[in-house]
């Protein structure tokens, strides 16, 4: 099993910026992707961003291209997710997963799953 615990939210004015972290545990050596989604209220939940483990290959939504940023650390097993120039459209609870495949991540279909953060963008 995989553990991941997401932090870094908050409430933010427009143009801000917030940083996500999300940290895994467990048997993280079969991981080979992480990513981050996003859910608003009363809207289904939304791919937002993926890395690949190893290479650093990443994917973006369409929406958050140029603003935010994935990274990791491989040493600490923690994934970020960098969100700059922040809108209120981008408040949603924003979750991590993780799975084996990195087309199950961009697919939106992943194993693991953080608890989520959420993240409020103030016009």
């Known amino acids: 099993q995989v553990q991941l615990v997401e932090s870094g939210g908050g409430l933010v004015q427009a143009g801000g910026s917030l940083r996500l972290s999300c940290a895994a545990s467990g048997r993280t050596f079969s991981l080979v992707a992480m990513g981050w989604f996003r859910q608003a209220p009363g809207k289904e939940r939304q791919f937002v961003a993926a890395s690949r483990w190893n290479s650093g290959d990443t994917d973006y939504a369409d929406s958050v291209k140029g603003r935010f940023t994935i990274s990791r650390d491989n040493a600490k097993n923690t994934v970020y997710l960098q969100m700059n120039s922040l809108k209120p459209e981008d408040t949603a609870v924003y979750y991590c997963?993780?799975?084996?495949?990195?087309?199950?991540?961009?697919?939106?279909?992943?194993?693991?799953w953080g608890q989520g953060t959420q993240v409020t963008v103030s016009s």
């Open positions: 997963a993780a799975d084996r495949s990195y087309t199950v991540v961009t697919g939106g279909r992943p194993d693991y």
